[in-house]
């Protein structure tokens, strides 16, 4: 079924152990063989769980669901060129984390595990308590003093305990730790299994393409969630042959927080902390991003490239989008700068994916700052 692999020291561990991080210190991924039989995916509900056999659960009695998937593939007009916009704040909890909620809690489920906790700026945090509770799991989540009070309603409303963290996302995500010590520690960022479910957006982007790949895909990057589990999961197309190529991935961050985009422009292998200065995209705002390494690989490995976008560009991404219609929270608004800003250097017929990752909903406090 597959292995636990160590990124650092290459030490292996069974799936079927609750282990998240090398007794080393290391990251782990999740070394495993996907298969994908197209007729029986197509006769599937669509959901998430349509992929059952390219994703690592042993049993389908552990599946923790609330139907989520195979959101709306729209074509949406940016800068005057078309744009395919992958709908993921229509979510269950509001925003895409509820792919990998999903299969780690499933996996959760799996392992016995009774108690976990996870940090977040918000939407994984959101996401981890709803699974959760529907997996009758306990549930900790610790979040900044300044997230979002929607976002915090929003978990504690799911039952989790809500434990609010003075400082920076970084103190954070240091509390977390500690208290993973001691209980499974449900990461959005370190735990492998959440990236087999954010990995699913690949596969539906390319079912809904016709099985062909786009080429190019623009996505929001913080700890790289989604960015990651989008390499993953086309690469994954590619290595069983149901597409032909890779597309180009293109990560997007905010200019007041952006330690990816100053390695890439400095060649770096390795990304340098930066001051996590306040930005209204707080859900990619990560000063040092865990699996940072692993986000430039797949970014150079793909011949992509990182963009930064200022405060004012996400302002007017945000209300230039929510003029068509769309009502997103302003974190998905910076991906929307960063495709204006991607645009003019693009190929005439290039087939561009990208996605708004969480409903403005979320962040009515921050949107109503934003009216004139």
């Known amino acids: 079924m597959g292995q636990l692999v160590c990124t650092e020291c290459q030490a292996l561990y069974p799936l079927d152990e609750p282990v998240w991080r090398c007794d080393c210190g290391g990251i782990l991924d999740i070394d495993f063989t996907p298969l994908f039989n197209l007729a029986r995916i197509k006769r599937r509900r669509p959901t998430i769980w349509r992929y059952r056999e390219a994703i690592p659960l042993d049993h389908d009695a552990n599946i923790v669901s609330l139907d989520e998937g195979f959101t709306p593939l729209m074509e949406i007009t ?15 909890t509001g925003s895409y984390k ?4 999903s299969v780690l809690v499933s996996k959760v489920k799996e392992l016995g595990v009774t108690e976990v906790v996870e940090d977040s700026s918000g939407n994984a945090g959101s996401a981890i308590a709803a699974y959760c509770a529907r997996a009758s799991v306990k549930c900790h989540i610790y979040v900044p003093q300044n997230t ?5 309603a929003q978990i ?7 434990h609010q963290v003075p400082g920076t996302r970084e103190d954070t995500a240091q509390a977390a730790l500690g208290a993973a010590e001691k209980r499974y520690y449900a990461s959005h960022a370190w735990n492998p299994f959440f990236f087999q479910g954010t990995k699913t957006f690949a596969f539906e982007v390319s079912e809904q393409l016709g099985w062909k790949p786009p080429d190019t895909v ?17 690469r994954e197309l590619l290595q069983a042959g149901v597409i032909d190529r890779m597309p180009r991935i293109i990560g997007v961050q905010a200019e007041n927080c952006a330690p990816l985009y100053r390695a890439y422009q400095q060649n770096r292998a390795e990304v340098p902390p930066v001051e996590n200065r306040e930005t209204l995209a707080e859900g990619i705002a990560i000063a040092r991003p865990v699996r940072g390494r692993q986000i430039l690989d797949a970014i150079r490995q793909t011949k ?5 976008v200022s405060e004012d560009e996400i302002g007017k991404a945000l209300g230039e989008i929510c003029r068509q219609g769309y009502y997103i929270e302003p974190t998905s608004a910076a991906t929307i700068a960063g495709i204006k800003e991607y645009l003019p250097g693009s190929s005439p017929g290039e087939v561009i994916v990208s996605v708004f990752t969480g409903h403005g909903l979320k962040a009515t406090e921050k949107m109503l700052k934003l009216l004139p």
């Open 78 to 92: 940016i800068g005057g060129k078309t744009v395919f916009i992958k709908q993921d704040h229509l979510f269950p």
């Open 98 to 101: 509820d792919r990998g909620a």
């Open 148 to 152: 979002s009070a929607g976002k915090l």
């Open 156 to 162: 504690q409303l799911y039952g989790a305990e809500l």
């Open 304 to 308: 992509g490239q990182i963009l930064a």
């Open 218 to 234: 623009i996505l929001p990057v913080g700890n790289g969630t989604l960015l990651l589990g989008a390499y993953i999961g086309f």
